[in-house]
């Protein structure tokens, strides 16, 4: 696959201060966290490494990267290769993918309170999802399901 023209760090880059400057008052610490470390990766910044053939012994010298979760750079790999082990656990069936939010003014509460705040956000979406598909105008079934908590300081 070609080298795209631009890069998510090239637009940080360009419009990152801009963008940080207008958001001060939703972008939290996690946000920034996240951009400076999209910003660093494979660049001198964060070291490098030399790469090496043990057939031929080419060399080649390459950055280090930053492995934060949201990056694209360096979770391409990871990223598709979860999506096919994933693939190949389905059932022949119809799926439904449901996500359930907290209000942004929720998270500092969260951050300090994660047990209580995100076991009641998991016990309210599986209530949810059991009482609207039991309901005969939806679906009347008893339904299967799990769930996945992301949150931005995993």
């Not at 360009?14 to 008052?25: I, K, L, Y």
């Not at 790469?51 to 990871?78: E, F, K, L, V």
């Not at 290769?81 to 069936?93: F, G, H, S, Y």
Request: charged letters at 20%; one cysteine or more; proline letters at 5%.
């Amino acid at each position: 696959m070609p080298r795209p023209t631009f890069e998510l760090a090239d637009i940080i880059r360009v419009a990152g201060p801009a963008f940080m400057d207008a958001s001060r008052g939703w972008l939290t610490w996690l946000h920034v966290k996240v951009l400076r470390a999209i910003l660093r990766c494979r660049t001198v910044l964060l070291g490098g490494h030399v790469d090496a053939c043990s057939s031929c012994g080419y060399q080649a010298i390459s950055y280090n990267s930053c492995r934060n979760r949201h990056c694209p750079r360096c979770q391409t790999q990871a990223r598709e290769q979860w999506i096919a082990a994933r693939t190949r656990d389905l059932l022949p069936v119809r799926y439904a993918h449901v996500v359930f939010t907290m209000h942004h003014g929720l998270v500092p509460l969260a951050l300090h309170n994660k047990r209580e705040i995100y076991g009641l956000l998991l016990r309210a979406s599986a209530e949810t999802l059991l009482q609207v598909a039991r309901d005969p105008r939806h679906l009347g079934a008893e339904i299967g399901f799990f769930s996945i908590l992301h949150t931005w300081n995993q």
